[in-house]
């Protein structure tokens, strides 16, 4: 089986495909596992440390680009992860960036699969920014969607153009909205959500981290062991069992700021807790604070989708994937 991610390069991307590689297989739309013959990751940078794989081709290019598309996708590219996209702080700061990225290139990337006529499965990750204002305690699958952000509006329209493709009979899609990603490793970056993974990674790398929401900010939390695991069965899920129905919210782990630090100094101490600046940031606070702090999982769970049992598990996780011992 050909398998395409699109932002191959990215944190989620890099994951998924070593996570793909290893496995050497995938579940083919009849449910039964075939091998990976070639997996293009397509990004605007190159895809690095897939060296001497011969199943991997790191393709360069811009994802809005409709030629691009037509160079990575063919007929035998029977998988789609589209990852691809820019994150939610940047999508609001340009926001002609974040519709071409985030809205344009999706419909690109579908009407590229629908002109082909192979109907490819597409795995596409949507969000928490797709709810917003006055919401449920507990979000439902249906709650209407109601973004508060350029980034969430543009995910919860290319989910929709998704599910509409897919009604179509023009790709077997799939939309996974996933929670927010914690603890993400490597530098801070431009998503609202970055404190998420900051007020715990920074400090266990002896490092301060200003925190710009309070303490009671409920945020909807997955670690990124779980969502490749999630997006890989989401992507082997049979099509009937999804139904009309192609979007499924991921089990998350509803937690607050100051139960994240509590489950910080469950594992690493006070000392660790205390690197922790405070320091409100109203833009920051604007945008998570419209995001869900929980969802009903019902769906995902009945689909066999499953979350983590703890964030004290998901910070020992952490320290486990990044080989990181607590100083
Ligand atoms: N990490 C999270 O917390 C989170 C939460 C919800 C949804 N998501 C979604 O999951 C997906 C992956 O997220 P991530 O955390 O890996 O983000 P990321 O920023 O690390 O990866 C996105 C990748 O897309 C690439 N990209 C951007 N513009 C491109 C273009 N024009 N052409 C080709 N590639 C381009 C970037 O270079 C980057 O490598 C995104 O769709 C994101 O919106 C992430």
């Not at 449910?31 to 011969?54: K, N």
């Not at 200003?210 to 989401?234: D, F, M, Q």
């Not at 769906?299 to 607590?326: K, N, P």
Request: proline residues 4%; glycine residues 10%; hydrophobic residues 45%.
């Amino acid at each position: 089986m050909k398998v395409l991610i699109t932002g191959g390069a990215g944190f989620l991307g890099q994951r998924l495909a070593r996570e793909l590689l290893a496995r050497g297989q995938i579940k083919g739309p009849n449910g039964q596992p075939e091998t990976i013959t070639e997996l293009v990751l397509l990004d605007v940078v190159r895809a690095t440390g897939f060296d001497g794989d011969a199943r991997v081709r790191a393709e360069v290019g811009d994802i809005a680009d409709r030629a691009v598309l037509e160079r990575v996708i063919d007929t035998q590219t029977q998988t789609i992860f589209h990852l691809a996209a820019v994150v939610s702080g940047q999508a609001e700061a340009d926001f002609e960036l974040g519709m071409r990225i985030n809205l344009d290139a999706s419909r690109e990337l579908l009407e590229t699969c629908r002109l082909l006529g192979h109907k490819p499965r597409v795995v596409f990750t949507s969000s928490v920014a797709v709810y917003g204002g006055a919401l449920p305690a507990v979000v439902q699958n249906d709650t209407a969607l109601n973004p508060q952000s350029s980034y969430g509006m543009q995910k919860a329209v290319a989910e929709l153009l998704l599910n509409d493709y897919a009604r179509r009979g023009f790709v077997d899609g799939r939309v996974l909205r996933l929670p927010t990603i914690s603890v993400r490793p490597g530098k801070p970056n431009a998503a609202a959500s970055s404190f998420a993974s900051g007020i715990i990674r920074e400090p266990l790398n002896g490092e301060t981290s200003v925190c710009p929401v309070a303490g009671s900010t409920r945020l909807w939390l997955l670690s990124p062991r779980k969502a490749i695991e999630c997006l890989i069965a989401g992507c082997e899920l049979d099509a009937a069992a999804l139904g009309l129905q192609r979007v499924v919210n991921l089990p998350g782990l509803s937690v607050s700021v100051d139960e994240m630090l509590d489950a910080l100094r469950e594992v690493a101490g006070e000392a660790v807790v205390a690197r922790v600046e405070w320091q409100a940031d109203p833009r920051v606070e604007k945008i998570v604070g419209s995001w869900p702090g929980q969802w009903d999982t019902t769906r995902a769970r009945q689909l066999g989708l499953t979350g983590d049992a703890s964030f004290a598990d998901v910070i020992r996780s952490y320290l486990e994937d990044e080989r990181i011992s607590v100083r």
